[in-house]
């Protein structure tokens, strides 16, 4: 699958050319047939720190007013590494999550709850955190935040934040995948030098159902001739600055194998193309980390899956953009059913 060229549009060039495309199929595939091409939004990684949460309201306001998306995701870290996970924090979050005017699909971030332990984080119990964050952002499980959307959810197992759902024979599947080795890394600011029974047992639980329902969405995306597949994960599992690191000992990313295995053996199976959006390493990348030749497949012991392209969205100080994905039409003779431009920010 050919690397996409990265395109960057001012804000008010943006909306100029949202009113110069009104009547083109990409804005009317709000309330048209499923034959049209469509866009959505991500972010991640926003807003860190002080400065960011200030400008925030506008950033959603900048997003609101890219009328043409069906949706947006938030890929995770609604907050900086070093600041404190407080209920108050998350309803304000919540707050101004509410003010989208578009679905929103959420999925939790590391910094939100798995590295809650920190002191200067709170000193939190990583898995009451996670708890607090599914009563604030997932009190609806079904429903998108923001403007409602149906999704079909993992509830049944205590996942309310693992959803899916279908846009015009694409298959889209948000996960709960984390950074510090999917929550494997020791809880150090509790006195942890291991991993704990309780923390174990959570990341066994989740990761059984994170491979769970990617398997279900590859075999109804078989089932219904879906065109192609879209995973999106917090955790960057192709991190580059953890290369050197993964390459010397595999097991600094271990909470991350089977799930990778998992993509691996779907993706070749399904043979159409799968993308992969995830947030956590905070700079903009387009790449197949899973290609014949990435070192990653050493790092993983896996073979190829050439038709996975993976798409890292800018976060934390880089995080002035979204990135915008058009969806091509079910007319469109391109092999490549997604394309994708970044989106400043007007501040």
Same mark, same amino acid.
């Given at each position: 699958?050919?690397?996409?060229?990265?395109?960057?549009?001012?804000?008010? /060039?943006?909306?100029?050319?949202?009113?110069?495309?009104?009547?083109?199929?990409?804005?009317?595939?709000?309330?048209?047939?499923?034959?049209?091409?469509?866009?959505?939004?991500?972010?991640?990684?926003?807003?860190?720190?002080?400065?960011?949460?200030?400008?925030?309201?506008? !950033?959603?306001?900048?997003?609101?007013?890219?009328?043409?998306?069906?949706?947006?995701?938030?890929?995770?870290?609604?907050?900086?590494?070093?600041?404190?996970?407080?209920?108050?924090?998350?309803?304000?979050?919540?707050?101004?999550?509410?003010?989208?005017?578009?679905?929103?699909?959420? @999925?939790?971030?590391?910094?939100?709850?798995?590295?809650?332990?920190?002191?200067?984080?709170?000193?939190?119990?990583?898995?009451?955190?996670?708890?607090?964050?599914?009563?604030?952002?997932?009190?609806?499980?079904?429903?998108?935040? *923001?403007? @409602?959307?149906?999704?079909?959810?993992?509830?049944?197992?205590?996942?309310?934040?693992?959803?899916?759902?279908?846009?015009?024979?694409?298959?889209?599947?948000?996960?709960?995948?984390?950074?510090?080795?999917?929550?494997?890394?020791?809880?150090? *600011?509790?006195?942890?030098?291991?991993?704990?029974?309780?923390?174990?047992?959570?990341?066994?639980?989740?990761?059984?159902?994170?491979?769970?329902?990617?398997?279900? @969405?590859?075999?109804?995306?078989?089932?219904?001739?879906?065109?192609?597949?879209?995973?999106?994960?917090?955790?960057?599992?192709?991190?580059?600055?953890?290369? /050197?690191?993964?390459?010397?000992?595999?097991?600094?990313?271990?909470?991350?194998?089977?799930?990778?295995?998992?993509?691996?053996?779907?993706?070749?199976?399904?043979? !159409?193309?799968?993308?992969?959006?995830?947030?956590?390493?905070?700079?903009?990348?387009?790449?197949?980390?899973?290609?014949? *030749?990435?070192?990653?497949?050493?790092?993983?012991?896996?073979?190829?899956?050439?038709?996975?392209?993976?798409?890292?969205?800018? *976060?934390? /100080?880089?995080?002035?953009?979204?990135?915008?994905?058009?969806?091509?039409?079910?007319?469109?003779?391109?092999?490549?059913?997604?394309?994708?431009?970044?989106?400043?920010?007007?501040?």
């Amino acid at each position: 699958m050919p690397s996409k060229t990265v395109k960057t549009t001012t804000a008010a /060039a943006a909306v100029l050319a949202l009113g110069l495309l009104a009547s083109q199929p990409a804005i009317a595939a709000n309330n048209t047939s499923d034959s049209q091409a469509f866009t959505f939004g991500v972010i991640g990684d926003i807003p860190y720190g002080d400065a960011e949460i200030a400008k925030f309201p506008s !950033r959603i306001q900048d997003i609101n007013a890219d009328s043409a998306l069906k949706f947006v995701t938030h890929v995770g870290d609604i907050k900086n590494g070093s600041s404190v996970c407080s209920d108050e924090y998350f309803a304000n979050i919540r707050s101004q999550f509410d003010t989208f005017e578009h679905p929103l699909v959420f @999925t939790p971030g590391d910094n939100e709850w798995v590295d809650c332990h920190r002191t200067n984080n709170g000193a939190y119990n990583p898995l009451e955190r996670l708890d607090k964050l599914r009563e604030v952002f997932f009190d609806e499980p079904g429903k998108t935040l *923001g403007a @409602t959307m149906p999704v079909k959810t993992q509830l049944e197992l205590g996942l309310p934040e693992n959803v899916r759902f279908t846009q015009n024979r694409v298959a889209f599947s948000v996960v709960n995948v984390q950074g510090s080795n999917n929550s494997l890394l020791p809880w150090s *600011g509790l006195g942890e030098t291991t991993p704990t029974p309780e923390q174990l047992a959570e990341v066994e639980h989740r990761t059984d159902a994170v491979l769970g329902q990617i398997r279900d @969405t590859f075999t109804d995306a078989e089932r219904r001739n879906d065109r192609a597949v879209v995973l999106m994960t917090q955790a960057d599992m192709f991190d580059p600055s953890l290369l /050197a690191a993964a390459t010397a000992n595999p097991e600094t990313v271990s909470g991350f194998r089977e799930i990778v295995a998992a993509i691996i053996e779907e993706t070749n199976r399904f043979d !159409r193309p799968v993308y992969l959006i995830n947030g956590d390493s905070h700079v903009f990348a387009e790449n197949q980390p899973l290609a014949d *030749g990435s070192p990653w497949l050493e790092v993983y012991g896996q073979p190829a899956a050439d038709d996975l392209q993976r798409i890292t969205v800018d *976060g934390s /100080a880089n995080a002035t953009n979204y990135v915008r994905f058009t969806v091509a039409g079910n007319s469109s003779d391109s092999d490549d059913v997604l394309s994708w431009e970044k989106v400043p920010f007007s501040q």
